[in-house]
């Protein structure tokens, strides 16, 4: 647990420094903010990725669960977050706001880091947490986002038909799923021997990023806002995505007879905060785009109380 709490702390001063970043005007946000998420999405999440899966000794059915139970969670949390906004009537738009919201995480961007840096500093007890992580954001979460989350979004908007080509398309553009399937691919390699040790270290340069750049990212993008009018749905949101979430997360692990590693994982990765694209969704779909950013951005503050939480509960 204490390696758990010095890497949170480590990631809240690396948000903080980002904040300073922006307020001091050290970088141009926009343009660094940009060139930053595409060094993540396109070098270091996906060299992450890639290690994680070397790290894992043996594939079993304890790993097959992982992806299962992350889209048991997404389901759970987008019908709660349905009931919430039907009982509160929202309007249409602000209601599928609320729902895609709730649904997933940033398992990419802030869950996958964060078991890397657990990873380097207690490889014996969390190194191969990050090839769970992987599995669990780019299966469990990556593919019901480009679909279950999708239909969802175009149901309370414009309704727009989802085909499987438009899924297939999005999978394989997204550099972290091919890292994921390329690991799967030459996980017998990287245990026999024959794998590179300069690919490796190359890998193991740009995985260190992703930390540093994720939350430097995060700290650069925080507002701070008045949501007063939103305060029902988003408070809604934060319930759902926050504490609802992790707390399914906890049943399905003991149904599911998750080992200590795999339910931890699990746990603190339904744990975390709102995913950013749920604002590209609003907006693509005519939905409540304002509402969703302020969601979105609430609950990445709220879960610097609810996140240690559930860690310690995972633990």
Same mark, same amino acid.
């Given at each position: 647990m204490s390696d758990v709490v010095g890497i949170l702390i480590q990631i809240f001063l690396l948000i903080g420094l980002g904040l300073l %970043?922006?307020?001091? !005007?050290?970088?141009?946000?926009?343009?660094? %903010?940009?060139?930053? !998420?595409q060094a993540v999405i396109n070098l270091t999440l996906p060299a992450t990725v890639f290690l994680g899966l070397m790290n894992i000794q043996e594939f079993s059915w304890q790993l097959i669960k992982i992806p299962i139970i992350a889209v048991l969670v997404i389901i759970g949390s987008g019908a709660i977050?349905?009931?919430?906004a039907q009982r509160l009537r929202l309007r249409r738009a602000t209601a599928g706001a609320v729902v895609i919201t709730s649904m997933c995480g940033s398992t990419g961007f802030f869950g996958t880091p964060i078991f890397g840096a657990l990873a380097r500093s207690n490889p014996q007890e969390y190194g191969q947490t990050v090839g769970m992580a992987a599995l669990y954001s780019e299966i469990g979460s990556l593919i019901p986002l480009l679909t279950i989350v999708?239909?969802?979004a175009a149901y309370y908007g414009e309704r727009q038909q989802i085909t499987p080509k438009q899924v297939a398309i999005g999978l394989f553009r997204f550099l972290p799923f091919i890292a994921l399937v390329l690991g799967f691919i030459f996980w017998p390699e990287t245990h026999g021997g024959n794998f590179p040790t300069a690919i490796r270290g190359t890998l193991g340069f740009l995985s260190q990023a992703t930390v540093m750049l994720t939350m430097l990212t995060l700290g650069m993008t925080i507002t701070i806002r008045d949501f007063s009018q939103y305060l029902r749905s988003v408070?809604?949101?934060?319930?759902?995505?926050l504490v609802c979430a992790p707390l399914m997360a906890v049943g399905l692990c003991f149904l599911f007879g998750l080992d200590p590693q795999a339910r931890f994982v699990v746990i603190f990765e339904s744990a975390l905060p709102a995913i950013v694209i749920a604002i590209a969704y609003a907006n693509q779909y005519k939905l409540d785009v304002e509402l969703a950013s302020t969601a979105v951005f609430t609950t990445f503050v709220f879960s610097l109380i609810t996140l240690p939480i559930f860690a310690y509960i995972a633990a």
């Open positions: %970043v922006r307020w001091r !005007n050290i970088l141009p946000r926009d343009q660094a %903010v940009t060139i930053f !998420n977050a349905a009931f919430i999708a239909i969802v408070l809604s949101v934060n319930l759902v995505k």
